[in-house]
T-cell receptor, first 112, second 113 residues
């Protein structure tokens, strides 16, 4: 089983749609959680850290369910500019340090 | 901009050669991690350097090695290049080895022919 798994996608949605990405992780010792956005052939950019209480940043809402080892990202009112790959990342304790483990990413294509 | 810079941006090497990739971390960050991202995959952790010492390593062979310098910049060296080493190599800098928040450089795209 992979340490971090995401919906494979791609998701093709019209502008204005609401889209949800899911991510599960296997190690209950995971300490912190992130969503990154990656444009084609570019580096991942930190979109949001994910907190236990859930957090919102404009059209983006992230939620964490530690009991189910599940993270989600909701994008409301999708824009063409939201088209990208969304990577879920989990910070895993590894003996004196943490390492970031990424899912394979879910590609989103928003069309007019 | 993250303040993390990598060089070169693109590189073509022949199988069996050696390559050195460079990364300058964000000001105030003492931790650099390196990742390999193959096409269609998420970044895979190679290793992490904290205050000039390697303090963690992923599932990569010893021909992947690195250094961190007193100014916290870092190098990734790959010996005996294989075709499967073709990938985007990313470095990420963070303010601590717990990766409270990690910021990536633009990456080096390595092609091995």
């Amino acid at each position: 089983r992979k340490e971090v798994e995401q919906d494979p996608g791609p998701f093709n949605v019209p502008e204005g749609a609401t889209v949800a990405f899911n991510c599960t992780y296997s190690n209950s010792a995971s300490q912190s959680f992130f969503w990154y956005r990656q444009d084609c052939r570019k580096e991942p950019k930190l979109l949001m850290s994910v907190y236990s209480s859930g957090n919102e940043d404009g059209r983006f809402t992230a939620q964490l369910n530690r009991a189910s080892q599940y993270i989600s990202l909701l994008i409301r009112d999708s824009k063409l500019s939201d088209s990208a790959t969304y990577l879920c990342a989990v910070n895993l304790p590894a003996g004196g340090y943490n390492k970031l483990i990424f899912g394979a990413g879910t590609r989103l294509a928003v069309h007019p | 901009e993250t303040g993390v810079t990598q060089s070169p941006t693109h590189l073509i090497k022949t199988r069996g050669q050696q390559v050195t990739l460079r990364c300058s971390s964000q000001s105030g960050h003492n931790t650099v991690s390196w990742y390999q991202q193959a096409l269609g995959q998420g970044p895979q952790f190679i290793f992490q350097y904290y205050r000039e010492e390697e303090n963690g390593r992923g599932n990569f062979p010893p021909r992947f090695s690195g250094l961190q310098f007193p100014n916290y910049s870092s190098e990734l060296n790959v010996n005996a290049l294989e075709l499967d080493d073709s990938a985007l190599y990313l470095c990420a800098s963070s303010a601590d080895r717990m990766n409270t928040e990690a910021f990536f450089g633009q990456g080096t795209r390595l092609t091995v022919v």
